[in-house]
């Protein structure tokens, strides 16, 4: 079994000596390199950028520069994706966000974590773990602070 392979199964594997992985994450330091130097009215090309990267996104999402990640085809995000400025997602293994999603600024999500719809990250959080749909998590590590409500929706997502 290749080190992709295993890195795919979500087993331990080595990125630092397998030729095929140290490719991949250049190329896609490359890419988000790119994305981060485009000006903010570029949003076409962000998207563009984005829509290459990632192994799937759906129709509208915002990210906001600077934005890291590693190889990017392991990251799905939903409808309705918002991460602010420096978000850094491991992506070792699959990630993957829900539709409604809001990323606070400078969040840390690590490999293999999956974020449920309808949720919020607080700023600053690093996320090891998975978060369920409906809720606020925030902090190191992320954690659930509260169940959003149906007045959380009204204001936030009108």
């Known amino acids: 079994m290749t080190e992709k ?20 994450r250049e190329a896609c330091k490359e890419l988000c390199y790119d994305f981060n130097q485009l000006r903010p009215s570029q949003v076409e090309e962000q998207t563009a950028l ?4 990632f192994g799937k996104t759906k129709e509208h999402f915002t990210i906001t520069a600077p934005f890291w990640c590693d190889y990017g085809y392991n990251i799905e995000i939903g409808e309705n994706f918002y991460t602010n400025h420096n978000c850094v997602i491991l992506d070792g293994a699959k990630v993957v966000f829900g539709d ?11 490999p293999g974590v999956t ?15 998975d978060i369920p749909s409906g809720v606020l998590a925030a902090g190191n590590p992320c954690r659930v602070i509260r169940k959003l409500t149906e007045e959380d929706r009204k204001k936030y997502w009108k």
């Open 115 to 129: 974020i449920g719809s309808d949720t919020v990250i607080g700023a600053g959080s690093l996320v090891n773990k």
């Open 100 to 110: 409604n999603v809001w990323i606070g600024g400078g969040v840390q999500v690590m």
């Open 5 to 24: 392979e295993k890195m795919l199964k979500g087993l331990l594997y080595d990125a630092n000596c397998d030729e095929e992985l140290l490719k991949e």
């Open 50 to 53: 984005i829509k290459r990267l």
